[in-house]
């Protein structure tokens, strides 16, 4: 007997004049970002809303996160596995090549690392904290810890916001003069500006970028427009 329930729609798109290629076309090769469903674009109506409570803010950015920290994942290479099902069977799979770590760019990276533990499994994370200097207004390292063997492992770059881009930078030349490849690099971020993201991708044409949403750009003062507001505050 056929159905009379009407089918399920297909996933909606996010609206164009939101959309990352209506603030950046073309997107950098190195750029990654996820798919624009309105689904996801609930989600930043909900977390850009300065009406948003703090428990709110919390659960949808971390949604969020987790999708970006398995989106990073899906670019790490892999080798040929074979394993032995409960069925007796013989599956031949994949399996990660290499070990990962994280480090967050301090403060609001910080925030990023519970997302990341909750996809990967006493993953390894460092931190690295950039300021700007008060005589240079240049980014400058104050701070950074790293796994000892961190030149050895893919790196999970976390920061929430990628505004013009220096402190990110800035972290990426702190982690090459540690050994660190830059296409073992993969940075992770909820938005960025258009000026910023063009202008990173310029200096590391070779590291990836996973970004959530790309925001209209910047204002004048270089603030991330429509942006959600500080990150590291709000949670």
């Given at each position: 007997m056929a159905s009379d329930a009407t089918p399920l729609p297909p996933p909606q798109?996010?609206?164009?004049?939101?959309?990352?290629?209506?603030h950046l076309n073309p997107l950098p090769s190195s750029v990654f970002t996820l798919p624009q469903t309105a689904q996801l674009e609930a989600l930043y109506t909900i977390i850009r809303n300065k009406e948003t409570s703090r428990g709110d803010f919390l659960f949808y950015s971390d949604r969020i996160i987790r999708l970006?920290?398995?989106?990073g994942l899906n670019h790490l290479p892999v080798v040929a596995k074979t394993v032995e099902t409960p069925t007796g069977a013989t599956y031949h799979g994949v399996g990660f090549e290499g070990k990962i770590c994280g480090v967050s760019i301090l403060?609001?990276?910080?925030?990023?690392e519970a997302g990341l533990r909750e996809v990967c499994r006493s993953v390894r994370i460092g931190k690295i904290l950039i300021q700007r200097?008060?005589?240079t207004a240049l980014p400058k390292l104050f701070y950074s810890k790293f796994p000892q063997d961190i030149?050895?492992?893919?790196?999970?770059?976390?920061?929430?916001?990628l505004a013009t881009g220096g402190?990110?930078?800035?972290?990426?030349?702190?982690l090459m003069e540690h050994g660190v490849p830059e296409e073992r690099i993969i940075?992770?971020?909820l938005i960025a500006a258009p000026e910023g993201l063009t202008t990173f991708c310029s200096r590391f044409p070779s590291l990836k970028v996973i970004t959530g949403w790309i925001d209209e750009g910047l204002n004048d003062k270089a603030y991330i427009i429509p942006g959600l507001g500080d990150f590291g505050e709000r949670r």
């Amino acid at each position: 007997m056929a159905s009379d329930a009407t089918p399920l729609p297909p996933p909606q798109p996010a609206q164009v004049r939101n959309t990352n290629l209506s603030h950046l076309n073309p997107l950098p090769s190195s750029v990654f970002t996820l798919p624009q469903t309105a689904q996801l674009e609930a989600l930043y109506t909900i977390i850009r809303n300065k009406e948003t409570s703090r428990g709110d803010f919390l659960f949808y950015s971390d949604r969020i996160i987790r999708l970006l920290v398995e989106e990073g994942l899906n670019h790490l290479p892999v080798v040929a596995k074979t394993v032995e099902t409960p069925t007796g069977a013989t599956y031949h799979g994949v399996g990660f090549e290499g070990k990962i770590c994280g480090v967050s760019i301090l403060r609001a990276g910080e925030a990023m690392e519970a997302g990341l533990r909750e996809v990967c499994r006493s993953v390894r994370i460092g931190k690295i904290l950039i300021q700007r200097d008060e005589e240079t207004a240049l980014p400058k390292l104050f701070y950074s810890k790293f796994p000892q063997d961190i030149a050895s492992r893919y790196v999970l770059l976390l920061d929430p916001m990628l505004a013009t881009g220096g402190s990110a930078m800035k972290a990426v030349e702190v982690l090459m003069e540690h050994g660190v490849p830059e296409e073992r690099i993969i940075f992770i971020n909820l938005i960025a500006a258009p000026e910023g993201l063009t202008t990173f991708c310029s200096r590391f044409p070779s590291l990836k970028v996973i970004t959530g949403w790309i925001d209209e750009g910047l204002n004048d003062k270089a603030y991330i427009i429509p942006g959600l507001g500080d990150f590291g505050e709000r949670r």
